[in-house]
Each structure stands twice: as structure tokens, then as C-alpha cells.
């Protein structure tokens, strides 16, 4: 069976991990906790997690905001952080 050319291959937590820059056991947080978009690939207790590097990049785009806040920045003690 031939994989279309323009047909993107799933990747594992690891290669994930790397994309996102953070380790595979976040990953799988973050899959299991509905963060990322992912894809179980067995009914079981405990899922193995698959994913499509397009939907992450998609998904990673939604939280970045263009805008800033005129707020300044505070730190833990309500003191303005220069």
C-alpha cells in the first residue's frame, strides 16, 4: 500500500517532545488533559499517544497574542518589575 506524497505521518511522544521542546512525559500530559490535539491509538488504561506535528503548530499559534498589556509587570509581593 503506497502513502500519498502530501500525506503526513504520525509521530510519537518522543519526536513530539522535540518539537515542542519539552520532555515526552509532558507531552503526555498534556495529551491525556485534552492541552494538545493527540490521537490514542489503543483503548487500554493507559493510552499510547500519537500526534501530527501540523495540528501541534496550529494549536501552539493560538496561544501566542500580538497584543501587550499596558499593565506593568508584577512580582509575587504586588511590587512593579522594572
Excluded: Q
Aim: contains cysteine.
Amino acid at each position: 500500500m503506497m502513502i500519498p506524497a502530501d500525506h503526513e505521518r504520525f509521530v510519537t511522544p518522543v519526536e513530539a517532545a522535540d518539537f515542542l521542546r519539552c520532555s515526552p512525559i509532558t507531552v503526555k500530559r498534556l495529551a491525556r488533559d485534552g492541552k494538545i490535539p493527540a490521537h490514542p491509538v489503543t483503548n487500554g488504561v493507559r493510552k499510547r499517544w500519537r500526534f501530527l506535528i501540523s495540528e501541534l503548530e496550529v494549536n501552539m499559534g493560538k496561544g501566542v497574542s500580538s497584543v501587550r498589556s499596558s499593565e506593568p509587570l508584577l512580582n509575587l509581593k504586588g511590587r512593579e518589575v522594572a
